[in-house]
T-cell receptor, first 114, second 117 residues
């Protein structure tokens, strides 16, 4: 079965500092996508960053970057220069290329301290 | 672009009644829509995949006779919770995939909070 594991239920970071959220996944597929989604208190799901499994280069989006270790099935999210608006629940998600379904991890609640 | 709406945003119903939730793609055509359920402080769990013009595909453990899904057009999918019970109280979220564009892109609606009394 395909599973996504986020081992950090809660994390805290000081404003302007850097924080890394962990995610591991299990799959036997070779074609898949990985995502990080942000869910603020409004509960609207917001795509933070995406990684295609066939790409070796780590994805980056402004202050957000990932460390994709395919062999280790690890996909961590680094948030640089943390801002108060980054406080939210962060979900790691896996999508098999054939079905486009999203399988979510249990989430990490990120608090940003001023 | 790529806006998905849900209606209603919040609904309260009595046990034993049915409630319908709509998911609309406002500015694009969606061949596929997904329905998720999220209990408080938990993750999103995929309930079913809805393809326009065909029967929905339900995930294991989801009662298809209780959660009726209809995807009658390229911009509208509906989820009907039949004979609702308090344990069906949850946050229901839909997402939509464009008819054209990258296959992995999904756009999420704002969710519907269902409370069954």
């Amino acid at each position: 079965a395909q599973t996504v594991t986020q081992s950090q239920p809660e994390m805290s970071v000081q404003e302007a500092e850097t924080v890394t959220l962990s995610c591991t996944y299990d799959t036997s597929e070779s074609d898949y996508y990985l995502f990080w989604y942000k869910q603020p208190p409004s509960r609207q799901m917001i795509l933070v960053i995406r990684q295609e499994a066939y790409k070796q280069q780590n994805a980056t989006e402004n202050r957000f970057s990932v460390n994709f270790q395919k062999a280790a099935k690890s996909f961590s999210l680094k948030i640089s220069d943390s801002q108060l608006g980054d406080a939210a629940m962060y979900f790691c998600a896996y999508s098999p290329g054939a079905t486009n379904k999203l399988i979510f991890g249990t989430g990490t609640l990120l608090a940003v301290q001023p | 672009g790529a806006v998905v709406s849900q209606h209603p945003s919040w609904v309260i119903c009595k046990s034993g009644t049915s409630v319908k939730i709509e998911c609309r793609s406002l500015d694009f055509q969606a061949t596929t829509m997904f329905w998720y359920r999220q209990f408080p402080k938990q993750s999103l769990m995929l309930m079913a995949t809805s393809n326009e013009g065909s029967k929905a595909t339900y995930e294991q453990g989801v009662e298809k006779d209780k959660f009726l899904i209809n995807h009658a057009s390229l911009t509208l999918s509906t989820l009907t919770v039949t004979s609702a019970h308090p344990e069906d109280s949850s946050f229901y979220i839909c997402s939509a995939r464009r008819a054209q564009g990258a296959s992995y892109e999904q756009y999420f609606g704002p969710g519907t909070r269902l409370t069954v009394t």
